[in-house]
């Protein structure tokens, strides 16, 4: 079909993320008009259910009175302000102290920021500072792990571990290493149980860290469950052993919860499901359920405090984005947390995690899937040209995008991580919305099969 004017304006003045530009100039956008509860609908009139939250953000689905009425408030209230100096506004107060409420460790002070990205960056400025107010200049790298998502700014992007994110930009930049991705089903080795592969994760872990000096690395990031990486979920007990081989070299850990806090995984945060036990935290996303932009770094008292002992001679706390704190977006993050709270959406995932668990079960029983996995209610099916190798499709083949096209013209938004189809439905999604979601997939999967066997592929 034609495309419509949208569809045509789009095309002539916006620059798309993560998008093979020329192509769209044949196929157009889905130029979204409207969305409420799971469901979004198109300027065409077309509804689908939304089954990645956006990018796995609005938690709480799309048209929420209560966080509609909230932002009216703010915006008639104090539509703007910032908290640089010795300024400051309600909300960012407000949000600061429900967020040590809530933390999973021990946290002392907040700082906001506009995004997930800022956030992490942010991290790594603090270990920094961290590491210079300690006396120790050269305790400076950062490890993250190959598959990691952690964010676009040029050291969020370096953090990141997949080459899309570093090809064509020089990146990473230096102080930045990579050890390897807990995906057993796709690293483990022939015959390596779960406990094996751990261990060998811990030693190569350890391994890098002797090679580079336990001395010139500060930190190391992870996500609990890996988002954009092709959602991994690290067999049982590997966060205790890379934490003990962290541990032993003085090496902090970051969280990088962007995705997986505020319920996501069946607790209020990944690092309890997972049992991580970081020192500082990253949060963005369904920190307001994406009713609007907000990032967070959550820290404990010391690291707070190698500021306050230390301004004088390193400098005061020159790091603050004109957006950070902005009472609209920390009005809207008081609005989420209270309605997590109030509406109780963390036991309404855990209500629906046997169902999403058995339908994601039947998935990974597809001929197309060869490893289907979640946790809580993100999950992903890792689509391979056989089950019994594990061989992946010739990437040129697009297997996954035609998937999630396909799934996507049955009226269901999944997203195609390579060959890998991610799901992540709104937490307030209902029981029969949850089942129609995995239907539309399903049907999609079957016509995507049907593609593949026509034997047209490299
Ligand atoms: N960290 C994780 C785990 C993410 O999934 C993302 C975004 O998808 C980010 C960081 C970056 O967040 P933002 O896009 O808000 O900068």
């Given at each position: 079909?034609?495309?419509?004017?949208?569809?045509?304006?789009?095309?002539?003045s916006?620059?798309?993320?993560?998008?093979?530009?020329?192509?769209?100039?044949?196929?157009?956008?889905v130029?979204?008009?409207?969305?409420?509860?799971?469901?979004?609908?198109?300027?065409?009139?077309?509804?689908?259910?939304?089954?990645?939250?956006?990018?796995?953000?609005?938690?709480?689905?799309?048209?929420?009175?209560?966080?509609?009425?909230a932002?009216?408030?703010?915006?008639?209230?104090?539509?703007?302000?910032?908290?640089?100096?010795?300024?400051?506004?309600?909300?960012?107060?407000?949000?600061?102290?429900?967020?040590?409420?809530?933390?999973?460790?021990?946290?002392?002070?907040?700082?906001?920021?506009?995004?997930?990205?800022?956030?992490?960056?942010?991290?790594?400025?603090?270990?920094?500072?961290?590491?210079?107010?300690?006396?120790?200049?050269?305790?400076?790298?950062?490890?993250?792990r190959?598959?990691?998502?952690?964010?676009?700014?040029?050291?969020?992007?370096?953090?990141?571990?997949?080459?899309?994110?570093?090809?064509?930009?020089?990146?990473?930049?230096?102080?930045?290493?990579?050890?390897?991705?807990?995906?057993?089903?796709?690293?483990?080795?022939?015959?390596?149980?779960e406990?094996?592969?751990?261990?060998?994760?811990?030693?190569?872990?350890?391994?890098?860290?002797?090679?580079?000096?336990?001395?010139?690395?500060?930190?190391?990031?992870?996500?609990?469950?890996?988002?954009?990486?092709?959602?991994?979920?690290?067999?049982?007990?590997?966060?205790?052993?890379?934490?003990?081989?962290?541990?032993?070299?003085?090496?902090?850990?970051?969280?990088?919860?962007?995705?997986?806090?505020?319920?996501?995984t069946?607790?209020?945060?990944?690092?309890?499901?997972?049992?991580?036990?970081?020192?500082t935290?990253?949060?963005?996303?369904?920190?307001?359920?994406?009713?609007?932009?907000?990032?967070?770094?959550?820290?404990?008292?010391?690291?707070?405090?190698?500021?306050?002992?230390?301004?004088?001679?390193?400098?005061?706390?020159?790091?603050?984005?004109?957006?950070?704190?902005?009472?609209?977006?920390?009005?809207?993050?008081?609005?989420?947390?209270?309605?997590?709270?109030?509406?109780?959406?963390?036991?309404?995932?855990?209500?629906?995690?046997?169902?999403?668990?058995?339908r994601?079960?039947?998935?990974?029983?597809?001929?197309?899937?060869?490893?289907?996995?979640?946790?809580?209610?993100?999950?992903?099916?890792?689509?391979?040209?056989?089950?019994?190798?594990?061989?992946?499709?010739?990437?040129?083949?697009?297997?996954?995008?035609?998937?999630?096209?396909?799934?996507?013209?049955?009226?269901a938004?999944?997203?195609?991580?390579?060959?890998?189809?991610?799901?992540?439905?709104?937490?307030?999604?209902?029981?029969?919305?949850?089942?129609?979601?995995?239907?539309?997939?399903?049907?999609?999967?079957?016509?995507a099969?049907?593609?593949?066997?026509?034997?047209?592929?490299?």
């Amino acid at each position: 079909p034609p495309l419509t004017n949208l569809q045509t304006r789009d095309i002539e003045s916006l620059l798309h993320p993560y998008t093979p530009i020329h192509q769209l100039k044949s196929t157009g956008t889905v130029v979204m008009g409207r969305g409420k509860g799971v469901y979004v609908y198109d300027t065409q009139g077309r509804g689908y259910i939304e089954g990645m939250s956006g990018l796995w953000c609005a938690g709480l689905g799309f048209g929420d009175e209560e966080m509609i009425e909230a932002a009216i408030e703010q915006m008639r209230t104090l539509p703007y302000y910032h908290i640089f100096g010795a300024k400051s506004s309600e909300p960012a107060i407000e949000l600061a102290e429900k967020l040590k409420e809530i933390a999973p460790v021990p946290i002392s002070k907040v700082f906001f920021t506009s995004s997930g990205s800022e956030a992490n960056d942010t991290q790594v400025k603090l270990a920094w500072y961290m590491n210079n107010a300690m006396g120790r200049p050269n305790k400076k790298k950062i490890i993250s792990r190959i598959k990691a998502y952690h964010g676009v700014t040029v050291m969020a992007a370096s953090l990141t571990g997949l080459p899309s994110n570093h090809n064509g930009w020089d990146l990473p930049v230096d102080r930045v290493l990579h050890t390897d991705c807990p995906h057993h089903y796709r690293f483990g080795i022939e015959g390596e149980s779960e406990a094996e592969f751990t261990a060998r994760m811990a030693k190569s872990l350890r391994d890098l860290i002797e090679r580079e000096g336990p001395d010139t690395i500060a930190a190391m990031i992870a996500e609990p469950v890996m988002g954009a990486g092709g959602v991994v979920i690290p067999p049982k007990g590997y966060y205790e052993a890379i934490q003990a081989v962290l541990a032993e070299h003085d090496i902090m850990l970051i969280a990088d919860e962007v995705i997986t806090g505020f319920g996501r995984t069946g607790n209020w945060w990944g690092s309890q499901t997972l049992n991580m036990r970081p020192k500082t935290i990253s949060a963005a996303k369904q920190l307001t359920s994406a009713y609007a932009p907000l990032g967070a770094v959550m820290v404990p008292e010391d690291v707070y405090q190698a500021y306050v002992d230390h301004s004088a001679t390193l400098g005061t706390f020159a790091h603050g984005f004109t957006y950070g704190g902005h009472p609209l977006s920390c009005a809207l993050g008081v609005k989420a947390i209270e309605i997590y709270q109030r509406r109780d959406i963390i036991g309404h995932v855990r209500r629906l995690m046997p169902v999403f668990e058995r339908r994601m079960k039947k998935i990974g029983e597809h001929p197309l899937v060869g490893e289907a996995r979640y946790c809580g209610l993100v999950g992903a099916a890792e689509l391979v040209a056989d089950k019994a190798s594990k061989r992946s499709f010739d990437p040129r083949n697009g297997v996954g995008p035609k998937a999630s096209k396909l799934i996507e013209e049955n009226g269901a938004i999944l997203r195609a991580l390579g060959d890998t189809i991610a799901i992540c439905p709104p937490m307030i999604i209902s029981e029969a919305e949850l089942n129609e979601l995995f239907d539309r997939f399903e049907t999609g999967l079957d016509q995507a099969e049907a593609w593949v066997s026509t034997g047209a592929l490299r």
